[in-house]
């Protein structure tokens, strides 16, 4: 798989020293892998459910150059990322699905092409679902809200069949073979560093959204006056 080239934006990637993260082996066989993100700043949880409607076909125009919006959200990883909707013109939904392409840490060996189907999406929480024939194989939400020194994030991936004549198969042979340890390392290294990454650019994108689906950020210029709170984005 080949990669895009990096995008120089001058920002830092956060490590993974202020995180906490967890594996859970379920009652059911599965497997849940839970990272609790450092506090992100200057970052709403309006922000993140705006983002997450229109994360997949919006450009962002920053200092003159246009990139897709999720090439910006991790400078480094992200490959591609496309969306099917019924209505071109909304943003996601439940229902809704897309497909994502990326390479933790940029190692081949660590790369993902994943059709997801989207679950979820509010002020509080991003879900997407990962099908094979039908089954539920994996299952991925971003949980969020607002505090005091940021927005506290949670993300969790659940890999695994809960039920089915198939189940110990999946669970205990191909969930191994398709989430070993360094893969899950470099997994949740990428997740701390894409959650992080939004203060650097979210709170400035999103003051900008009512330029629509392109969105011109010129970093050397005035920062726009805060709009005023609209309706929710999950009611769009």
Same mark, same amino acid.
């Given at each position: ?25 379920? @009652? ?7 990272? !609790? ?26 200092? %003159? ?6 090439? =910006? ?49 509010? !002020? ?28 506290? =994030?949670?993300?969790?991936?659940? =890999? %695994?069949?809960?039920? %089915?004549?198939?189940?110990?198969? =999946? ?49 050397? @210029? ?7 709170? %609209?309706? @929710?984005?999950?009611?769009?």
């Amino acid at each position: 798989m080949e990669f895009p080239e990096p995008r120089d934006f001058g920002w830092d990637l956060k490590s993974f020293d202020n995180a906490f993260s967890t594996v859970t082996h379920l @009652s059911d066989g599965r497997t849940l892998f839970e990272i !609790e993100h450092p506090p992100v700043r200057e970052v709403t949880a309006e922000m993140l459910c705006w983002w997450y409607g229109v994360y997949a076909d919006l450009s962002l125009v920053i200092d %003159g150059t246009t990139y897709p919006a999720f090439l =910006v959200s991790h400078p480094k990883d992200h490959i591609s990322l496309e969306s099917e909707k019924a209505d071109k013109e909304r943003p996601l939904t439940a229902g809704d699905f897309i497909t994502i392409v990326e390479g933790y840490q940029r190692n081949p060996d660590f790369t993902t092409n994943e059709r997801l189907e989207v679950v979820r999406r509010d !002020e509080t929480r991003f879900a997407l679902r990962a099908t094979r024939s039908g089954v539920p194989v994996a299952d991925v939400e971003f949980h969020y809200e607002d505090g005091p020194e940021g927005l506290k =994030v949670r993300n969790l991936l659940t =890999v %695994g069949v809960a039920k %089915g004549i198939f189940k110990p198969i =999946v669970n205990r042979m191909i969930i191994p073979w398709l989430y070993y340890e360094d893969k899950n390392y470099a997994w949740l290294l990428h997740s701390v560093e894409e959650i992080g990454n939004f203060e650097n650019f979210l709170p400035e994108i999103f003051a900008r959204r009512d330029q629509g689906m392109t969105i011109r950020w010129d970093r050397n @210029s005035l920062p726009p006056k805060k709009p005023l709170r %609209g309706p @929710s984005p999950a009611d769009v």
